[in-house]
């Protein structure tokens, strides 16, 4: 870790700036994306208009030929013609995707590649940010209103109107963040594979997100859908882990469901017959937890927009519920506060059609000085009210836990 | 040509491309965007799985009266309790709840296209059932789960109706492919 944040020049003078920037892990270190030419807030108008510029036909690769940004929960909703009922909202932006200038390539070296010949002068003013908690977290739910939740959900289950269905819990503070220290120092324990940092003028999201929901090259299309946590101890390894799923009634039927509705996912835009399981039910391990993970695949239909697969797989199955629709109008009806990007995904599409986008989860949105932590876990038929409520507050705890 | 109509399940794609491999023209809309000058064209109606009753789709009901007898239909989860609430079965909550459960199911009836006593695993995502006894004209109850005995497939040789409670389309389902492929060609 410390080779990230070891002394850059450059990279000292993007942190110390106002300059908005955005991080994301990749394999064996992390790319950082800044000097943006265009910031595009995508909304329910302009979405379809914003996905035609990824359908042009592009030769030349640049390596910079890309959008980077966010869809909140709400337009991937709207995507599949789904309307929110009136919400408590923030008004906090939908979806915004930048157009990057120049990328840092955080490896063994540093490598930046910049549209800008003079991108080193490119900062502005400095200024010193500081953490600073203003009021303590507090909860959205408590547990007696948790369990009338879980309860109404649960008569759904034996209804037969969904099969899962996920609670969303919310953590929220006033706060003054400096995103990008917070971020440097959640990666020191939790550096999983899909975390991002966005930093702009006027808010921030830090996330350790472990869930990859679309992987595009190509042809080739690749998620790896997560149903199962186990939180580490002393006693456990990895086979254990292992063991434990496997003989977990429960999290084999939650992972079940979510690995044939994925598949079903990636039927929509895949060839018939390419889409297989590449490696089916195994084990992530994390800092504090383990994940129990299958990798699916398959092969791209030909002339597959990226409109049809961001709505073919948007929002994400597994940390919805199933089966999608229903559920998704359940919750609507349920929840009383904007989920924002909860649940949405953040990644990139480049000018040729690939892409790769996570799923957005264990993430801090500060906005307004208001820090906010959203977690959900699931409801099946036999899960327990306290058991699910008592997961939300640790999947919620390590994020807490850096405002110390 | 093979018309699925689609309770907006998210399994539905996975029939689709199940069925992909036996026919190599394949309709799929959801039940309630239905186009009838293709459905009338079609060799084979598949009614999908799906949330809630089939009390709850009265459109796919309408479908399954007016095709009976002229089509081959067949059902999958929902589908299945479709037909069988059309034929006047009672389709009721059960007290223990199948999702994502894989569970050992055998041939029961020696009317069956597939072997009596033939054993193997399937994938069950219902939350419902069909309350029995049952009794239609031509119809039999051909599979049952191993333990609790509930019914799994039903077949109607001679009006060529068949369905399924538990998912040929899941990865929990052993040899699914050849149960529609038998299906299709019986």
Known sequence: MKRFMKKNYYLEKLYNSKKPFIAYKVN?????FTDFSDKKYVNKKNILNFFNKFNKKNKKKKIL????????YEILCNLNNIKIPKQKNINFPKSIFYKPETKIEIRK??????????????????SFNTNKILTPFKINIDLNKYKKIFNKFSKKIKEGKTYQIKICTKYKNKSLID????FWKLMKTNAAPESFMIRDRNFSIVSCSPETLIEKKGQKIITKPIAGTLRKTQKTNIRKALFYFKNNIKETKEHNMIVDMERS??????????VRLSQKKYVEEYKHLYHYVTKIEGKIKKNTKVRD???????????????KISTLNLLNLQEKESRNIFTGSFGFIKFNGDMRFNIIIRAILNYKNISEIA?????????????????????AKSLIDLYQ | MIYIIDHKDSFTHNIVHQFSLFDKEIECEDFNKVNYAKLNKADVIVFSPGPGAPKDYPVSSKIYKKYKCKKKIIGICLGFQQILFNENGKIVKQNKIYHGFQSLISVTNKKSLFSKHKTFKVGRYHSLKLQEPFYAK?????????ISKVAMAIENKIDQIYGFQFHPESFLTENGNLLIKKILSA
């Open chain 1, 65 to 72: 030929d890309l959008y980077i940004g966010f869809f909140g």
């Open chain 1, 109 to 126: 070296n540093i490598i930046i590649r910049s549209t800008h010949k003079n991108y080193n002068n490119l900062f502005g003013k400095s």
């Open chain 1, 265 to 274: 996912d990636l039927s929509k835009v895949c060839i018939p017959g390419t």
């Open chain 1, 179 to 182: 995103p990008v220290t917070l």
């Open chain 1, 28 to 32: 064996g270190g992390y790319d950082l």
């Open chain 1, 309 to 323: 697969i961001i709505i073919a797989m948007m929002p994400g199955g597994s940390v919805i519920g199933c089966p």
């Open chain 2, 138 to 146: 031509n119809f039999e109850v051909t599979m049952r789960c191993k």
């Open chain 1, 375 to 395: 977690v959900a876990s699931g409801v099946v038929i036999d899960s327990n009210a306290k058991n699910e409520f008592n997961e939300n507050y640790i999947k």
